[in-house]
């Protein structure tokens, strides 16, 4: 696609309740990350692929939070039991050679209540 | 310390003036470095990348100082349209990258 694709836009769950969410890169991009960023906060690192190495996994916050990318492109992003504080907007961005750059998706806004 | 470091503003300035932005990064094995600019409630876009030679794009230029290890953006004759969130990002070794928090901008008529 022309650019980096989030679903869903919004996302509103109930606590204690698992949701997923989607990142479709740009296609051929190699790199790809997931941030999220609370109302008002920077960026927040959670996870980062690159091609068919090991992910980096170091900035998820706990083992409620998984990621995986499936044949090197659409990559998916679960939290398991969903508390309020991981009400944010979760961006993705994907790059070819990371020296050129990322672009980020439109990001989901999860509200968890 | 954060590994990047920027001073989160706000920079109220009047259209027409030149504004400075500056951040320091503490990782001297960083790769690659960037301005993103981010409007609010909306995703970071890529403004530009810096390098060491500095690099200019109509009213931006972006400067890299690998000894200081400092970046600046300095803006131009500033337009409304320029108000926004500025983020200093660097690609550390190994494709890591770490965002600054943020200099606000807020360019007024």
């Known amino acids: 696609g022309a650019g980096v694709s989030q679903s869903p836009s919004n996302k509103v769950t109930e606590k204690g309740k698992d949701v997923e969410l989607r990142c479709d890169p740009i296609s051929g991009h190699t790199a790809l990350y997931w941030y999220r960023q609370s109302l008002g906060q920077g960026l927040e690192f959670l996870i980062y692929?690159?091609?068919?190495?090991?992910?980096?996994k170091s900035g998820l916050p706990s083992d409620r939070f998984s990621a995986e990318r499936t044949g090197g492109s659409v990559s998916t992003l679960t939290i398991q039991r969903t508390q309020q504080e991981d009400s944010a907007v979760y961006l993705c961005?994907?790059?070819?050679?990371?020296?050129?750059?990322?672009?980020f998706g439109s990001g989901t806004r999860l509200t968890v209540v | 310390r954060k590994e990047v470091e920027q001073d989160p503003g706000p920079f109220n300035v009047p259209e027409g003036a030149t504004v400075a932005f500056n951040c320091t990064y503490s990782?001297?094995?960083?790769?690659?470095f960037f301005w993103y600019r981010q409007d609010c409630r909306k995703e970071p876009k890529l403004l530009m990348s810096?390098?060491?030679s500095g690099n200019e794009d109509g009213r931006f230029t972006a400067q890299l100082n690998r000894a200081s290890q400092y970046i600046s953006l300095l803006i131009r004759d500033s337009k409304l349209s320029d108000s926004a969130t500025y983020l200093c990002?660097?690609?550390?070794?190994?494709?890591?990258?770490?965002f600054g928090a943020g200099t606000i901008l807020r360019v007024k008529s």
């Open positions: 990002v660097v690609l550390r070794y190994g494709n890591k990258l770490v």
């Open positions: 810096v390098y060491s």
């Open positions: 692929f690159q091609g068919n190495s090991a992910p980096d």
């Open positions: 990782n001297s094995a960083s790769q690659s």
């Open positions: 961005a994907s790059s070819f050679a990371g020296g050129d750059g990322y672009t």
